[in-house]
């Protein structure tokens, strides 16, 4: 039992990163039908940021957070409006493999500046409360878990609230349904574009930060969890909110009990082979609805 | 006479051109050898243009491909002691089979759940070939023996270059003569729209079932050779940078232009070669080129200038 | 960055596309040393350290007059520790760039993929990767500088025996310097009377290793875990490992862990952690009369000042080693004849490095023994000499 749950523990930890990066996914998939293959590296400039700002600027932990969120969102915005908009804004817009080349450019692009500027190296942030663990029916648990989990939880209820009470959030979830129909009754949906790049980014930065205490930040730790964001993006069906969180949560409770139970040698497949099987099956993903294509 | 003139003859002759005078120029085997991977990344290019270009299909998995074709020659050669073309052909095969076993369930995804899958694929390949060790080498890599024509090894940058040029010019002459026949035709109504295509009688999947296998057997070809001219193969080459490589070439070059795929692959291989000399800058400046060219060049290179010369010479821009 | 030569050779790579002039031309310039370094990547903890002390060393050479009467010039490639990368860089360096000796190969697997190139080439290559496959069986233009792997296990090995501990549970990454290391510790430990009873892997990308750990504590009897790593994964691992209170089982690092930045990253969880390490990273605990004490130190203080008091790694010191056996060797050959200095390299005879005491032969390539090792324990987030 205390081993199952060590492992659920793990699991959950590691599924919550997903997620969040699956829901900064999700967020610009909406808006745009754009797969920003950049998300993972907001996770990176959200924790390295806050690393260089703590060490290099002498800021307290809790005002280089916010901070490192804005600086990850600002990244967010101006990857729309220099790399993105400029694509899809032309006349006849941007064919998938397009925009899916322009993102992974960006992420390359922001390695590069990233690594120039604050290095190779590994580094890691104090955990918020201590390091002392938490014991738990004799699985132990590191307390900076308990703030992955709460804050995820946080921002689920916020995205909720935002995109069901808020006037603004009302007309992204419009833009998501039917662009044209949107613009036609008046919503700026290039506004909309932007602020889910923000949002989105804003989103990952807060991933980095958050997990940087345990999972230790570095230029390029945003490439594996951007690609496992995105399975469990597609996992949950791509686009639903919910689907993103259960999706990743799905997918990093299966890699803990994987490598828990069966091997850990092949622990890193297994998202992937979850996916295959997944999408072999119910193309669609587990939420997503069914979607058919206009002539 | 006229046959010459018109473009797809005319741009074999002047690719054959190309390639029979490049060693005039060549100064030294480094030079050999980047054109050799020149060759044989466009060899994977011609190939995954027919799938991307003209099917309309996205692939972010096809370096998998290319390192199960390294890797079948390399392990059945030095494992086994399969004579090299048994090797290659046994791998072509293999991978044409697991192309065409996922192809059906991959291919009824659209979009990005196609790139998910693709994707999936390549680095599940690469992940198996990392972690079996006993038989590929694991992360290290193996060491691949020369491939032998009767008593004759065929080594040395020389020998490779002609290889692999050879290999590519008759790979764009099968890629021509297929996008000018039915299944091109074909392949272009499913470009436009899947269901017009459909409607009118086109059983689309059959046709994009047949490009991914055919494109998946260029790669595997691509990597045997590889593996044969390097000597040596990592599964590195499976990996997904290594797949974006392979599909930013094609879209870099132009999509739907079989030389498009060429030149993407000759810039995209010779351009890193540059970088280096920036060296911390190199991957910032790889990154920038890839946005700046798909913003301002979205159709690629190719078919981009092809455009602009059309219009001097005052033709009608297609 | 040399500019004329960027220029040069962006016009004869251009020449591969269109039409161009390349020129190549040997001349009676600086000698020129070659390297090809994983300085990005995830191996980019090695390589980065080692171009460093490349580039800083040159300078110092060339400051001080040289050798021979001619300067040094060093042409460095990023190979970002991919073998296929490394074998290109090679052939550039050896048909391009004309160098005279190649001192570089952070990862064992480019340096075993760039073997059949240099030997091909006849060049003097002297690597800086780990595994003993790479000079063994000798190969005649190959040389090594750091300690093996194999080495790393056996030193750990004879620890674990000397504390009476005869259980072992094996823990590392999947990429190639783990894998080398995991081998090495299934293979030797029966020559220890050791018997390994538990095997867990992670991928380089993992960001929690507790499953692993777990597995580990609950196999009863385990008295000693061998961790095989480098990176960010290591400094997780540590965490990991103090979080579910595992302290009872001493925990061995390989010396890929040599650096400040596992302790910081461990954030505490590498307390009493045991790796066997080169004399470097101990250098001001060294007894005063201890050989390498004089060398370590000095490279410590060149290093910190040139690179913003960057702590030094051993990696860097693996350089440091390869470059200074090179240019003693080019020095005793008089020139930079090939064959010369690959027998000179050969005849390197009591050389004290970075990394111990370098004594080669035709039947050794590398040259250190088991003594110039350091086994060291984590005591108050730095490293302390044990023996």
Redesign the interface.
């Known amino acids: 039992m205390a081993e199952f749950l060590q492992f659920a523990f793990s699991g959950l930890t590691v599924g919550a990163i997903y997620a969040l990066v699956a829901l900064g996914f999700a967020l610009i998939y909406n808006a745009s039908h754009v797969i920003n293959f950049a998300q993972g590296e907001f996770v990176t400039i959200g924790g390295m940021a806050t690393v260089a700002l703590m060490t290099g600027g002498g800021l307290p932990l809790l005002l280089a957070i916010p901070a490192a969120v804005m600086i990850t969102a600002l990244v967010g915005l101006a990857l729309e409006k220099f790399a993105v908009e400029p694509a899809i804004g032309r006349p006849g817009g941007a064919s998938v493999v397009t925009i899916i080349i322009i993102t992974i450019g960006a992420s390359i692009f922001i390695r590069g500046v990233v690594q120039v500027t604050l290095g190779k190296d590994f580094h890691r942030l104090p955990a918020f409360s201590g390091e002392a663990p938490i014991d738990i029916l004799g699985a132990r648990l590191q307390p900076q878990s308990l703030w992955v989990l709460g804050v995820t939880l946080l921002v689920v209820a916020a995205l909720w609230w935002f995109f069901g009470r808020t006037r603004f959030g009302k007309a992204m979830l419009a833009t998501s349904h039917n662009r044209l129909a949107a613009q036609l009754v008046g919503i700026d949906t290039r506004l909309v574009l932007l602020a889910s790049f923000g949002l989105s980014a804003a989103l990952g930065g807060l991933a980095g930060i958050l997990t940087a205490p345990i999972t230790l930040t570095k230029y390029d730790i945003g490439i594996m969890l951007g690609l496992k964001g995105f399975a469990a993006a597609i996992l949950g069906g791509l686009g639903s909110g919910p689907g993103a969180i259960v999706g990743g949560i799905a997918l990093g409770l299966a890699e803990a009990l994987a490598a828990g139970y069966i091997s850990s040698a092949y622990k890193d497949a297994v998202a992937f082979i979850i996916i295959l099987v997944v999408l072999f099956v119910r193309p669609s993903g587990l939420l997503g609805g069914r979607s058919t294509e206009r002539v | 006479m006229r046959r010459l003139l018109d473009a797809r003859t005319g741009g074999l002759l002047a690719l054959a051109l190309i390639i029979a005078l490049?060693p005039l120029?060549?100064?030294?085997?480094?030079?050999y050898?980047?054109?050799i991977?020149?060759a044989l990344n466009a060899l994977v290019c011609v190939g995954l243009n027919l799938l991307?270009g003209y099917a309309g299909q996205?692939s972010?998995g096809h370096a998998g491909f290319f390192a199960l074709g390294g890797y079948a020659s390399a392990v059945l050669t030095a494992r086994y002691q399969w004579n090299g073309f048994a090797a290659m052909a046994v791998g072509m095969a293999g991978v044409g089979l697991l192309a065409f076993i996922v192809a059906r369930?991959?291919l009824?995804?659209?979009?990005?759940?196609l790139?998910?899958?693709t994707?999936?694929?390549g680095?599940?390949i690469a992940?198996?070939l990392?972690?079996e060790?006993p038989i590929t080498g694991?992360?290290?890599?193996m060491?691949v023996p020369a491939l032998r024509l009767g008593e004759w090894r065929l080594i040395g940058t020389t020998t490779w270059y002609w290889i692999s040029g050879g290999v590519l010019l008759i790979a764009v002459w099968l890629a021509l003569n297929l996008i000018d026949s039915g299944v091109g035709r074909a392949l272009r109504a499913l470009h436009g729209?899947?269901?017009?295509a459909e409607?009118v009688g086109i059983d689309t999947t059959r046709y994009k079932v047949l490009i991914f296998v055919i494109s998946a057997v260029f790669a595997s070809l691509a990597g045997s050779l590889f593996a044969h001219a390097?000597?040596?193969?990592?599964p590195?080459?499976a990996g997904?940078m290594r797949s974006?490589e392979f599909?930013?070439m094609v879209?870099l070059g132009g999509?739907a232009s079989t030389y498009g795929a060429v030149?993407g692959a000759?810039?995209l291989t010779?351009l890193p070669?540059?970088l280096?000399?920036?060296?911390?800058?190199?991957?910032?400046?790889?990154?920038?080129?890839?946005?700046l060219v798909?913003?301002f060049m979205?159709k690629g290179l190719v078919p981009t200038l092809q455009n602009r010369l059309r219009h001097l010479v005052g033709g009608q821009p297609r | 960055m040399n500019k004329r030569n960027f220029l040069r050779t962006a016009a004869a790579l251009v020449a591969l596309g269109a039409l161009g002039i390349a020129g190549a031309q040997a001349q009676q310039g600086p000698i020129k040393i070659g390297s090809f370094l994983a300085v990005t990547g995830p191996a980019s903890f090695l390589g980065d350290p080692e171009a460093k002390t490349l580039r800083l060393y040159v300078d110092m050479v060339n400051k001080a007059g040289g050798v021979n009467g001619r300067q040094l010039q060093a042409v460095i490639y990023d190979s970002a520790g991919d073998a296929r990368q490394a074998v290109t860089f090679a052939r550039r360096l050896i048909e391009e760039d004309k160098v005279d000796i190649i001192v570089g190969g952070s990862t064992t697997g480019e340096t075993m993929a760039v073997v059949p190139v240099v030997e091909e080439a006849q060049i003097p290559f002297i690597s800086l990767a780990g595994a003993n496959v790479i000079v063994e069986p000798v190969k005649k233009w190959v040389f090594k500088m750091p300690h093996s792997d194999r080495m790393a296990v056996e030193k750990i090995y004879e620890d674990m025996k000397k504390n009476g501990k005869t259980k072992a549970a094996v823990l590392g990454g999947s990429g190639g310097f783990d894998q080398s290391c995991r081998k090495e510790a299934k293979d030797l430990a029966s020559r220890y009377g050791i018997t390994v009873i538990a095997d867990e892997t992670y991928a380089p990308t993992d960001t929690d290793m507790t499953v692993q750990l777990t597995k580990i504590k609950n196999t009863p009897g385990v008295e000693g875990i061998v961790g095989c790593g480098f990176g960010a994964p290591t400094a997780i691992t540590a965490r990991n490992y103090r979080q579910l209170g595992m302290q009872n089982i001493q925990f061995y690092f390989n010396h890929g862990v040599g650096s400040q930045q596992f302790i910081d990253g461990a954030g505490g969880g590498a307390e009493g952690m045991r790796v066997p390490v080169a004399a470097l990273l101990v250098a001001n605990q060294l007894a005063g009369n201890d050989p390498q004490k004089k060398v370590a130190e000095d490279y410590t203080r060149a290093y910190r000042a040139a690179n913003n008091n960057e702590a030094v790694s051993t990696f860097g010191g693996h350089m440091y080693d390869g470059f200074m056996i090179a240019i003693e060797a080019m020095k005793r050959a008089g020139g930079t004849d090939k064959a010369k200095v690959r027998d000179e390299i050969e005849k390197t005879k009591g050389f004290v490095g970075a990394d111990g005491i370098y004594n080669m032969s035709a039947t050794d390539h590398m040259g250190l023994t088991l003594d110039s090792f350091k086994m060291v324990e984590v005591r108050n987030n730095t490293w302390k000499l044990l023996y």
């Not at chain 2, 120029?25 to 030079?31: R, T, V």
């Not at chain 2, 390097?230 to 990592?234: A, D």
């Not at chain 2, 280096?276 to 946005?291: C, N, P, R, S």
């Open positions: 490049l120029i060549l100064p030294n085997k480094f030079y050898d980047v054109a991977k020149t991307i996205i972010l369930p991959i009824r995804l659209r979009g990005h759940y790139a998910m899958a994707l999936g694929l680095i599940i992940i198996v990392n972690r060790i694991g992360p290290d890599g060491t729209s899947e269901v017009a409607t390097e000597r040596f193969i990592t590195t080459e997904f974006i599909v930013t879209v999509m030149v000759a810039i010779v070669q540059l280096t000399k920036l060296h911390d800058y190199e991957h910032l400046a790889f990154g920038a080129v890839l946005i798909m913003i979205p």
